[in-house]
T-cell receptor
Framework: GAGVSQTPSNKVTEKGKYVELRCDPI?????LYWYRQSLGQGPEFLIY????????DSGLPNDRFFAVRPEGSVSTLKIQRTERGDSAVYLC???????????FGQGTRLTVV | AQRVTQPEKLLSVFKGAPVELKCNYS??????LFWYVQYSRQRLQLLLR??SRESIKGFTADLNKGETSFHLKKPFAQEEDSAMYYC?????????????FGKGTLLTVNP
């Protein structure tokens, strides 16, 4: 399809493990965003990329969280030493460029047990 | 800091009845406000934004800076309107970036 694609759709991991969540933006979109949605909450901003660089990572909760976008297209959100509190739906969105309408992916539901 | 408040977690109406989903915000600058909708098993999608001043699927929302509100309204609710609705605010001067979302309101339209 032509939309934002996130894989996996579901991920269950044990506390302390490392996980990677992948986002394929819409082709040609230079801006990419990660949000986290905990149960009963609205999405919360994590990080924003314009091209390959992280233009704003102020929403990352701590240094266990890291995201990359090496070629300016696919992005990977990496979480080290996962904790139960990291359980949430991780949403990715992309837009043609900064300031344009963003389109969301279906999200990855992460469960840390 | 900006904040978006949706006071109703759940809202239930009958088909054909008017519906209003409340949204209040706190922001020191000039905000851009949005309503996003998530239908069952679908992705989050933009419903409308205040700068467009348009009606989408019969919904409208007016930005009231005096009351810092951006309530979503529809005169006659339909069953297909049942969904989760999120009000959101942008803090980047008119760009759809770094959105701050409310906690959402689950709207159920009963037959």
């Amino acid at each position: 399809g032509a939309g934002v694609s996130q894989t996996p759709s579901n991920k269950v991991t044990e506390k302390g493990k490392y996980v990677e969540l992948r986002c394929d933006p819409i082709s040609g979109h230079t801006a990419l965003y990660w949000y986290r949605q905990s149960l009963g909450q609205g999405p919360e901003f994590l990080i924003y990329f314009q091209g390959t660089g992280a233009a704003d990572d102020s929403g990352l909760p701590n240094d266990r969280f890291f995201a990359v976008r090496p070629e300016g297209s696919v992005s990977t959100l990496k979480i080290q030493r996962t904790e139960r509190g990291d359980s949430a739906v991780y949403l990715c969105a992309s837009s043609l460029t900064f300031g344009q309408l963003a389109f969301f992916g279906q999200g990855t539901r992460l469960t840390v047990v | 800091a900006q904040r978006v408040t949706q006071p109703e977690k759940l809202l239930s109406v009958f088909k054909g009845a008017p519906v209003e989903l409340k949204c209040n915000y706190s922001y020191s600058g000039s905000p851009e406000l949005f309503w996003y909708v998530q239908y069952s098993r679908q992705r989050l999608q933009l419903l409308l934004r205040h700068i467009s001043r348009e009606s989408i699927k019969g919904f409208t929302a007016d930005l009231n800076k005096g009351e810092t509100s951006f309530h979503l309204k529809k005169p006659f609710a339909q069953e297909e309107d049942s969904a989760m609705y999120y009000c959101a605010l942008s803090d980047s001067g008119g760009s759809n970036y770094k959105l701050t979302f409310g906690k959402g309101t689950l709207l159920t339209v009963n037959p």
